[in-house]
């Protein structure tokens, strides 16, 4: 399975801020994705990142607001720019793809960032 | 898009006893569905999934069913831990997006 780091683990922001959260996966993968979940509740996509082209955005999520990087196969950032108390939630990233043909749909999970705006 | 549902939202059992959670999908180009764990202030990490040319795989304790005539599929745990205590995810795949199911808070006694 891919191992997956996200910083930061937390933060505590300023409203109007902007936060941006770094993902890093130990290999080279094509899709990989930014979710918000907030507490209690189930995983929301906000956005596919693929390398080398625009990401895709779910509705209700705008790139003004959630900016995506994603420079490389292994890397992918997502900021939080201008921050409201209703933004206070946990970002994951994930990739799809396992190492092997039946594993090839698998998703894994960055540990998560807990982002409190006050 | 697909819509996936998830029942119950909540599932108290005894340790030892069974526990079954289940899903149902509006797609039928779904293809995949895996079902995650996630335990408090921890990341979903997988446990099981089917493919839809799958009607049943079993791990150990855990099982999941595929019927996708009736577009549904559920989580079987049998010999129920208190370890096994957290909230249970499913998901459908199609059209490279995961749709989740809105998560069964499972809560075993011992």
């Known amino acids: 399975s891919a191992v997956i780091s996200q910083k930061p683990s937390r933060d505590i922001c300023q409203r109007g801020t902007s936060l941006t959260i770094q993902c890093q996966v130990d290999?080279?993968?094509?899709?990989m994705f930014w979710y918000r979940q907030q507490p209690g509740q189930s995983l929301t996509l906000i956005a596919t990142?693929?390398?080398?082209?625009?990401?895709?955005?779910e509705s209700g999520f705008v790139i003004d607001k959630f900016p995506i990087s994603r420079p490389n196969l292994t890397f992918s950032t997502l900021t939080v720019s201008n921050m409201s108390p209703e933004d206070s939630s946990i970002y994951l990233c994930?990739?799809?793809?396992?190492?092997?043909?039946?594993?090839?749909?698998?998703?894994?999970f960055g540990p998560g960032t807990r982002l409190t705006v006050l | 898009g697909e819509n996936v549902e998830q029942h119950p939202s909540t599932l108290s059992v005894q340790e030892g006893d069974s526990a079954v959670i289940k899903c149902t999908y509006s797609d039928s180009a779904s293809n995949y569905f895996p079902w995650y764990k996630q335990e408090l202030g921890k990341r979903p990490q997988l446990i099981i999934d089917?493919?839809?040319?799958?009607g049943e795989k079993k791990d150990q304790r855990i099982a999941v069913t595929l019927n996708k005539t009736a577009k549904h599929f559920s989580l079987h745990i049998t010999e129920t831990q208190p370890e096994d205590s957290a909230v249970y995810f499913c998901a459908a795949y199609n059209f490279n997006k995961f749709y989740f199911g809105s998560g069964t808070k499972l809560n075993v006694k011992p």
């Open positions: 994930s990739v799809e793809g396992g190492t092997s043909l039946s594993s090839y749909n698998e998703q894994f």
């Open positions: 290999s080279q993968v094509t899709m």
């Open positions: 990142a693929n390398q080398g082209s625009e990401a895709t955005y």
């Open positions: 089917i493919r839809s040319n799958v």
